[in-house]
């Protein structure tokens, strides 16, 4: 079974960057479409962007154009969302995935993004 491992959240102030990393434990990620989802308190998770599996296309939410970035090196396995310009409404739990995602299929832990002053 393929694991997921987001990293890279933290606290930042509003107007701040910070970039997540999801490591893939197989190759699957090179075959996939993979997505940045993300899931506020009381929300439902929401796909904020998405790469195809050579990168040649990528797409994103509305509420994150311009100012986040989903890239990918799979040599490295590592699928990589530069989030720039944050705002607090970002604060989320951040999850990788494929995409769509799979039935059954498991969920890494996801990082913590929180954005305050």
């Known amino acids: 079974q393929v694991q997921l491992v987001e990293s890279g959240g933290g606290l930042v102030q509003p107007g701040g960057s910070l970039r997540l990393s999801c490591a893939a434990s197989?190759?699957?990620?090179?075959?996939?479409?993979m997505g940045w989802y993300r899931q506020a308190p009381g929300k439902q998770r929401e796909l904020v962007a998405a790469?195809?599996?050579?990168?040649?296309?990528?797409n994103y939410a509305d509420s994150v154009k311009g100012r986040f970035t989903i890239s990918r090196d799979n040599a490295k396995n590592t699928v990589y969302l530069q989030m720039n310009s944050l705002k607090p409404e970002d604060t989320a739990v951040y999850y990788c995935?494929?995409?769509?995602?799979?039935?059954?299929?498991?969920w890494g832990q996801g990082t913590q993004v929180t954005v305050s002053s």
């Open positions: 995935n494929t995409r769509p995602v799979g039935v059954g299929a498991s």
């Open positions: 197989g190759s699957i990620l090179n075959l996939a479409t």
């Open positions: 790469i195809t599996a050579g990168g040649g296309s990528t």
